[in-house]
């Protein structure tokens, strides 16, 4: 139901409510005592009665002493008062209540008669004419039956203090990859990257748990120059060929890897962003093979000095779109291509994302803890939490949106509109929470536009 529909239903309530209430004040005005006025009527047909035999004695008098009598002529007064037509000041103007079944002309005909009353009819009308006690009874059943949606002074509290603390742990612990000179500045980098990425570290982990993939997981898109790929792929060299390798891609590999590794051919984005695929001496192997074949590869890379990128993120070097960054002194904006080359050879891999998604892991964590203990507290049941899930996910929504605006801001203000700064982690974080704020507000329109028919209908009915 459109809100045009609704508008429409809320003038008609608000018709019969003021039509319902005259009704009620005109009935409160008749004030007698129906069983007296039943008992006199039988006293005064006796007395009429009786007053009638008197009269006919008279005439009967009169007759015999010859005189003549004219015809009987009610007072001017009489017929008035038995013409059923009470005088003027005692009609009362009631609407009548049109039993049609086109809504339009009900909905023409409440409009007018709300117009008549002086009300606002720009704003909703229910409010206008229906008394406190009535609307706070409505708005407890309407939640009782479709859940309390609305923000109080704590909820907005709560959700402000994640994104802010969110924000603050983006400045202080997710920073940058690692220490490095941007423009002439130097940036001190992540501590907890630092640890992820320590060479000592990375190459102990290698050693003891992947190494030995190296030669079970050989891969036909891991080609590291571009003299490798017949000069087909530009721009490929050792510490990009994983970026430019789709099949690299921690998310994407798993369509775009295994593919290659069922047809025997590696798929790569050239330094012109283009999308480019070269077939490899390698033999196709079947589904399964190529599944456990990629899954290896990729743990093999992961720990390596290079690692791997983040997830999706080989797509921004397709197409060279235009960037806001400038990564020289000239300070002219790059294309996305050299921007995301420029990240990932500045530590910005799988490792640092895991650093990246602290942010939006507080987000989550503070918000849904507060929605979980505020329902524990209140009594709240699964059911009402379903019904009331709406709610969560505008919460989530706008968290997460405060946190995404404090990396944007974190980037510009205080590292110099250096890339490396942006958390895209908390940026990828944002998708699914419109998505799920979006899916979860059009259940619950449709789950009220449904009461709203089947009330209607019983009303028609």
Do not use: C
């Amino acid at each position: 139901m459109s809100t045009d529909r609704l508008s429409a239903a809320a003038a008609v309530v608000a018709y019969q409510t003021v039509t319902l209430a005259e009704m009620r004040g005109l009935f409160d005005q008749v004030d007698f005592d129906l069983k007296d006025v039943l008992e006199r009527e039988p006293r005064v047909s006796d007395t009429l009665d009786e007053v009638e035999s008197e009269f006919d004695a008279v005439r009967a008098r009169l007759r015999a002493m010859g005189a003549s009598l004219s015809a009987h002529r009610p007072w001017p007064d009489a017929v008035t008062a038995v013409s059923g037509e009470p005088p003027s000041h005692l009609r009362y103007a009631v609407p009548a209540v049109p039993t049609e079944d086109d809504f339009d002309h009900l909905v023409t005909l409440a409009e007018a008669r709300l117009d008549l009353l002086g009300l606002d009819l720009t704003r909703d009308p229910l409010p206008q004419v229906l008394p406190t006690s009535q609307i706070a009874d409505s708005l407890r059943g309407y939640a009782g039956e479709h859940g309390d949606i609305s923000w109080d002074r704590t909820d907005w509290m709560v959700v402000v203090s994640a994104g802010v603390l969110a924000t603050l742990l983006d400045v202080i612990l997710v920073r940058i990859p690692q220490d490095s000179t941007f423009l002439g500045k130097k940036y001190t980098g992540s501590p907890l990257t630092r640890w992820l990425q320590d060479r000592d570290r990375a190459r102990a982990i290698h050693n003891q748990f992947f190494k030995g993939f190296e030669k079970l997981a050989k891969v036909p898109y891991d080609a590291a120059t571009t003299k490798a790929t017949g000069g087909l792929v530009s721009g490929m060299r050792p510490a990009t060929h994983r970026l430019q390798s789709l099949g690299h891609d921690p998310a994407l590999g798993f369509l775009f890897g295994v593919a290659d590794l069922m047809r025997g051919t590696g798929t790569y984005i050239d330094k012109a962003g283009r999308l480019v695929q070269v077939a490899a001496n390698a033999a196709p192997v079947d589904l399964i093979t190529s599944l456990i074949t990629h899954m290896r590869h990729l743990l093999s890379d992961v720990y390596t000095p290079a690692g791997l990128q983040p997830p999706f993120f080989s797509l921004l070097q397709l197409g060279r779109v235009d960037s806001p960054f400038a990564l020289g002194p000239s300070g002219v904006e790059v294309p996305w291509t050299d921007v995301a080359r420029y990240m990932y050879t500045n530590g910005y891999d799988l490792r640092h994302f895991f650093t990246m998604g602290i942010t939006p892991g507080v987000v989550t964590a503070i918000i849904r803890g507060y929605w979980l203990l505020n329902s524990y507290a209140t009594g709240g049941s699964a059911a009402q939490r379903k019904v009331e899930h709406a709610k969560l996910t505008s919460m989530l929504l706008l968290g997460h949106a405060i946190a995404a605006s404090g990396t944007l801001l974190k980037t510009g203000l205080l590292f110099g509109v250096n890339p490396v700064a942006l958390n895209y982690n908390q940026i990828l974080a944002m998708a699914p929470a419109t998505i799920a704020w979006l899916k979860e507000a059009i259940a619950r329109d449709h789950r009220i536009n449904h009461a709203l028919e089947k009330e209607w209908e019983s009303l028609r009915t």
